[in-house]
């Protein structure tokens, strides 16, 4: 059995324990919900996501319990963390809007320097921080090279990008 943080806005909120059983694996997720509303848990690995489904109300945690086959658990690679996400907005459907010149979002010049050019990028602000989704292709160099472990591989509007989050004093953020 292997333990995990489930997060939810980039803090443990609970807890995703994984097991494996023959060609499946087991996925367990408890935590207390943050809000009321309805709440996925999901599993986020290297390559990609799984969503586990919502999680049910017991008291005041919540849990779900899932089997999954190889063939739905292995395009994510390794196993990184879970996530509670709101179960009423849809994955990628985020309010992101396009930002044709991503350097004028930050003041500060390091960060304007280097994403200077940079076309394809979308933004939006939640919880006082601003997410950076910048193109991302397996073939060409990593986008904000220097800030790569910050980043979040994503699928947005059928999209691959790199996701960055920033504090209000646009200092990167691990989310």
Not at 38 to 67: H, M, N, T, Y
Not at 79 to 90: K, T, Y
Not at 129 to 147: Q, V
């Amino acid at each position: 059995m292997d333990k995990f943080p489930l997060l939810w806005d980039g803090k443990a909120s609970g807890e995703l324990t994984t097991e494996r059983e023959a060609l499946y694996t087991w996925f367990s997720a408890s935590c207390q919900l943050p809000q009321k509303g309805l709440w996925c848990a999901w599993v986020v690995g290297e390559r990609g996501e799984l969503r586990l489904g919502i999680l049910e109300p017991a008291g005041k945690q919540a849990s779900i319990r899932r089997r999954f086959s190889d063939r739905m658990t292995m395009p994510l690679g390794k196993i990184l963390r879970g996530e509670l996400r709101r179960a009423d907005v849809p994955a990628g459907a985020e309010a992101w809007e396009a930002a044709p010149e991503p350097g004028r979002l930050f003041r500060a010049g390091w960060l304007r320097q280097r994403l200077r050019g940079m076309t394809g990028a979308l933004t939006r602000t939640e919880n006082g921080r601003r997410y950076l989704a910048l193109l991302y292709d397996k073939g060409k160099p990593f986008p904000l090279t220097t800030l790569f472990c910050f980043a979040r591989i994503r699928c947005i509007q059928g999209r691959t990008y790199a996701v960055f989050a920033f504090d209000d004093r646009e200092t990167p953020v691990f989310w």
